[in-house]
T-cell receptor, first 114, second 115 residues
Framework: DQQVKQNSPSLSVQEGRISILNCDYT??????FLWYKKYPAEGPTFLIS?????DKNEDGRFTVFLNKSAKHLSLHIVPSQPGDSAVYFC?????????????FGKGTKLTVNP | DTGVSQDPRHKITKRGQNVTFRCDPI?????LYWYRQTLGQGPEFLTY????????KSRLLSDRFSAERPKGSFSTLEIQRTEQGDSAMYLC?????????????FGQGTRLTVV
């Protein structure tokens, strides 16, 4: 049972345009959401997070939006740069339930073309 | 470099052998996690520690797997009688528990190949 779903395995955008990566979750106990970026042969790198008390969090070129009623979040990267090419993982945790583990989606491979 | 450190980076072992991986978390972090990642999948939770206490274990962690964090600092993950299905990237992460929400920082992983 996939509690965190990233339905697009890949996404290709042009440099300078916006990249939008989507993530859906099913567990209503999740209250903290994170995005990680992963290059081949490296561990995931933390990018940005959002708690359930917010609907938007911004950090430079990266913005995460949370729609709790739809159980949906998205990561916007603008403008996209070739160095953003990587696999992006959405993760969620449910601290209210007492579990500190992160549940990850399967990832979306982003390719930013020069 | 004060990030999460994992050793070794790569391990090739024969089926049936035991292997042990080490993780050194960021020094002030009190939580330490182990995850496993296979091709095309996201990281899957295995277990986590708060200080030296192992607080949660996934059912993925069969009795061939054991993890320790004896002094609340570094951690080891041992796999006994390895099987080909154990081939994966083993990731360690750490975080500082403060308040309700905290991000975890990952090491570069140990890639295990069982032949």
């Amino acid at each position: 049972d996939q509690q965190v779903k990233q339905n697009s395995p890949s996404l290709s955008v042009q440099e300078g345009r916006i990249s939008i990566l989507n993530c859906d979750y099913t567990n209503s106990m999740f209250d903290y959401f994170l995005w990680y970026k992963k290059y081949p042969a490296e561990g995931p790198t933390f990018l940005i997070s959002i708690s359930s008390i917010k609907d938007k969090n911004e950090d430079g070129r990266f913005t995460v939006f949370l729609n709790k009623s739809a159980k949906h979040l998205s990561l916007h990267i603008v403008p996209s740069q070739p160095g953003d090419s990587a696999v992006y993982f959405c993760a969620a945790s449910g601290t209210q339930g007492g579990s500190e583990k992160l549940v990850f989606g399967k990832g979306t491979k982003l390719t930013v073309n020069p | 470099d004060t990030g999460v450190s994992q050793d070794p980076r790569h391990k090739i072992t024969k089926r049936g052998q035991n292997v042990t991986f080490r993780c050194d978390p960021i020094s002030e972090h009190n939580r330490l996690y182990w995850y496993r990642q296979t091709l095309g999948q996201g990281p899957e939770f295995l277990t986590y520690f708060q200080n030296e206490a192992q607080l949660e274990k996934s059912r993925l962690l069969s009795d061939r797997f054991s993890a320790e964090r004896p002094k609340g600092s570094f951690s080891t993950l041992e796999i006994q009688r390895t099987e080909q299905g154990d081939s994966a990237m083993y990731l360690c992460a750490s975080s500082l528990a403060r308040g309700r929400w905290t991000e975890a920082f990952f090491g570069q992983g140990t890639r295990l190949t069982v032949v």
